[in-house]
């Protein structure tokens, strides 16, 4: 923790591929991850860092409550940069959710969900 810590003002003062570029080189391959929920920052910054490496893990968390676009989006993602993101997900969908609790669960208890 010391070691990050001693170096976040040298990582924070560069650019963003400067950063991804840093964080490529120092630091394990298996502790860097990248999650998105496919708005246009993170896109960009998915851009960016496979620009400078290919081996990393990119996650989503799929809440059963995406749009159809933004499935598309993630495949066409998947096409253009020859990958697969992780998905994070329950097994408790919305209408195991209807079964075991209420229905639409969601609208009534968005924190049980």
Do not use: H
Not at 8 to 29: A, D, M, Q, T
Not at 78 to 99: H, I, M, R
């Amino acid at each position: 923790m010391q070691y990050v810590q001693n170096t976040n003002v040298e990582r924070y003062s560069k650019n963003p591929e400067g950063l991804l570029k840093w964080i490529v080189k120092n630091l394990p391959n298996d502790k860097v991850v990248m999650g998105t929920g496919f708005g246009p920052p993170g896109i960009v910054l998915l851009d960016m860092l496979f620009k400078v490496t290919r081996n990393i893990s990119v996650f989503y968390i799929d809440t059963s409550f995406l749009f159809d676009q933004t499935y598309d989006l993630k495949k066409k993602l998947e096409e253009k940069y020859g990958f697969e993101f992780l998905c994070f997900s329950t097994d408790l969908n919305p209408e195991a959710q209807g079964k075991q609790y209420v229905e639409k669960l969601w609208e009534k208890d968005p924190d049980a969900c």
